[in-house]
C-alpha cells in the first residue's frame, strides 16, 4: 500500500523555520514524484513545490521561492520541506502526495496526486 506520512509541524514566530518530513512506505521514492501543498482554512488547496522522479528537478510557489527548500532522501525513502523566513500567511496544514507519473506543467495541482498523507499543522504567529 503507498502510504505518507508528514511530520515536523508546529508553532513558530516569523522569521523562524521548520523542516517538515514526509516518509514514504509501501513504494520508493525512486519512481514517483512528490508534491508538497498546503491550505488554510477556508482557503484552496495549493501547490508549495515538487521534485519530480525522473530528474530530481524541483518546482516552487511564487509565493515561497527562496525562502523554502525541497528536497528527497532515496536511502530513508523520505521528502522534506526546509521552510525558512517564515510568515504568517504560511499558516496552514502541510500535506505531501505522490504520483507515478507527472506531467510537470501541471505539478501544482491537486488533482494530478491520487496519493496524499495526513497533513502537519504549521502555524507561524508571535
Known amino acids: 500500500q503507498v502510504q505518507l506520512v508528514e511530520s515536523g509541524g508546529g508553532l513558530v514566530q516569523p522569521g523562524g523555520s521548520l523542516r517538515l518530513s514526509c516518509a514514504a512506505s509501501g513504494f520508493s521514492l525512486d519512481y514517483y514524484s512528490i508534491g508538497w501543498f498546503r491550505q488554510a482554512p477556508g482557503m484552496e488547496r495549493e501547490g508549495v513545490s515538487c521534485?519530480?522522479?525522473?530528474?530530481?528537478?524541483?518546482y516552487y510557489a511564487d509565493s515561497v521561492k527562496g525562502r523554502f527548500t525541497i528536497s528527497r532522501d532515496n536511502a530513508k525513502n523520505t521528502v522534506y520541506l526546509q521552510m525558512n523566513s517564515l510568515k504568517p500567511e504560511d499558516t496552514a496544514v502541510y500535506y505531501c502526495a505522490t504520483s507515478r507519473r507527472l506531467l510537470l506543467r501541471l505539478w501544482m495541482l491537486p488533482g494530478e496526486y491520487p496519493y496524499w498523507g495526513q497533513g502537519t499543522q504549521v502555524t507561524v504567529s508571535s
Open positions: 521534485i519530480s522522479s525522473s530528474d530530481g528537478s524541483t
